[in-house]
């Protein structure tokens, strides 16, 4: 199974962007994963990585202070697909950003795509 990000890009501060990631690989093995997190994380330029968001066993997603109320994480189960749409970018929004997924023991990156917000 992997996971592919995409949806990065180049945006100006205060515009948007949605960020998509699919997991690719066998209908089968997809199907028996049950996942327990699923979410973004992200690594801005010579900082180390960090939650952006997620959804857990739960259900309910949590968020990083930093994006609350900017960023929505959503997901569709049925094509599994994790969203974050991001409103009102900002520069320190400017980074790497990975799509995450946990199904037991196995966690699984997607390659990243890269956000860059222009002030």
């Known amino acids: 199974v992997q996971l592919q990000a995409s949806g990065g890009g180049l945006v100006q501060a205060g515009g948007s962007l949605r960020l998509s990631c699919v997991a690719s690989g066998s209908a089968f093995t997809i199907t028996t994963l049950v996942w327990s997190r699923q979410g973004w994380y992200r690594q801005p330029p010579g900082k180390q990585r960090?939650?952006?968001?997620?959804?857990?066993?739960?259900?309910?997603?949590t968020y990083a202070d930093s994006v609350k109320d900017r960023f929505t994480i959503s997901r569709d189960n049925g094509k599994n697909m994790v969203y974050l749409e991001m409103n009102s970018l900002k520069p320190e929004d400017t980074a790497v950003y990975y799509c995450?997924?946990?199904?037991?023991?196995?966690?699984?990156w997607g390659q990243g795509t890269q956000v860059t917000v222009s002030s």
């Open positions: 995450n997924a946990v199904s037991g023991s196995r966690t699984f």
């Open positions: 960090e939650l952006v968001a997620e959804f857990s066993i739960g259900g309910r997603p």
